[in-house]
T-cell receptor, first 112, second 115 residues
Framework: DAKTTQPNSMESNEEEPVHLPCNHS???????IHWYRQLPSQGPEYVIH???SNVNNRMASLAIAEDRKSSTLILHRATLRDAAVYYC?????????????FGQGTELSVKP | DVKVTQSSRYLVKRTGEKVFLECVQD?????MFWYRQDPGLGLRLIYF???????EKGDIPEGYSVSREKKERFSLILESASTNQTSMYLC???FGSGGGSYEQYFGPGTRLTVT
């Protein structure tokens, strides 16, 4: 699986939008872009994933650059509960076994 | 909702003890995983299983073994616990062959302390 690069930490104010960037310049054509987050003292949880088009779900939006070498996870209105480590992970279409390779992620803090 | 449950949230064991960590998922997923998470090292894969009685080593299998006798249950075994196995242990599962279009589901984690 190709490598991703994320900022170590970001800060946000409550109720403001948050844009979490991820660079993946070596992404291949069949790699999916996945985002997971890990709240303090909990296991990681799936947030969203996409291949080429932008994606929306109840938790967040995923904006994928046209060349797919970068993507941005968008939290539309940050809440205190969104304070977590966010991981951007590439998953090959035929990823053998489904294992995830976690980087260090971005630690998001949300100020009231 | 998919549920992945782990037998304990917190566990304290002595050096040399045999330790069993149990994980159960309720969505008939084929693939299951055990990771450990340590500060500064992130999540690392210990073992995974893609079917009953089948297992594959991950990146750090030394000192661990696994058992999968039923599809829904995947156990991690520390044959003789050591202090360097003090860690957060996370179980996960995924549908089918685990291809890139599927999401992985994690349990809440077991924080194991070996004294």
């Amino acid at each position: 699986d190709a490598k991703t690069t994320q900022p170590n930490s970001m800060e946000s104010n409550e109720e403001e939008p948050v844009h979490l960037p991820c660079n993946h310049s070596t992404i291949s054509g069949t790699d999916y872009i996945h985002w997971y987050r890990q709240l303090p003292s909990q296991g990681p949880e799936y947030v969203i994933h996409g291949l080429t088009s932008n994606v929306n779900n109840r938790m967040a939006s995923l904006a994928i650059a046209e060349d797919r070498k970068s993507s941005t996870l968008i939290l539309h209105r940050a809440t205190l509960r969104d304070a977590a480590v966010y991981y951007c992970i590439l998953r090959a279409l035929y990823n053998q076994g489904g294992k995830l390779i976690f980087g260090q992620g971005t630690e998001l803090s949300v100020k009231p | 909702d998919v549920k992945v449950t782990q037998s304990s949230r917190y566990l304290v064991k002595r050096t040399g003890e045999k330790v069993f960590l149990e994980c159960v998922q309720d969505m008939d997923h084929e693939n299951m995983f055990w990771y450990r998470q340590d500060p500064g090292l992130g999540l690392r894969l210990i073992y995974f299983s893609y079917d009953v009685k089948m297992k594959e080593k991950g990146d750090i299998p030394e000192g661990y073994s696994v058992s999968r006798e039923k599809k829904e249950r995947f156990s991690l075994i520390l044959e003789s616990a050591s202090t360097n196995q003090t860690s957060m242990y996370l179980c996960a599962s995924i549908f089918g062959s685990g291809g890139g279009s599927y999401e992985q589901y994690f349990g809440p984690g077991t924080r194991l302390t070996v004294t």
